[in-house]
């Protein structure tokens, strides 16, 4: 039985073409959070529920890179006390949240 978590999303999305994921991050991150456009991309803010960061992760990346292969994702998922950070698909570390 899967469990569900509340994690919380913080992202850098960068794209050589961000007007064709915009789509797919507002899909995603519907009305759970918000998203600010920057310079190539877009700056993410959430709260989303999930079965693991790893998952929530590529979920996210795949529908992005389903609109534009070129697209880059650096995630940082936090849930209760511990953070995960992500490039793209590779996880890059635990650490106690702050």
């Known amino acids: 039985m899967l469990r569900v978590i ?3 999303l913080s992202a850098k999305i960068s794209s050589d073409q961000p007007a064709a994921i915009e789509a797919a ?3 995603f991150v519907g009305d759970q959070g918000f998203i600010r456009t920057v310079d190539g991309g877009f700056e993410v ?3 989303l529920e999930g079965d693991s960061a ?3 992760n590529r979920e996210l990346l795949s529908s992005l890179r389903r609109c534009e292969k070129r697209t880059r994702l650096r995630a940082e998922w ?3 006390d511990v953070s995960e950070r992500f490039f793209d698909y ?3 570390g635990r650490k106690p949240s702050r």
């Open 78 to 80: 936090t849930s209760g």
């Open 54 to 56: 790893r998952e929530l």
């Open 90 to 92: 590779v996880p890059k």
């Open 25 to 27: 991050v507002k899909a």
């Open 6 to 8: 509340l994690f919380k």
């Open 45 to 47: 803010e959430a709260k």
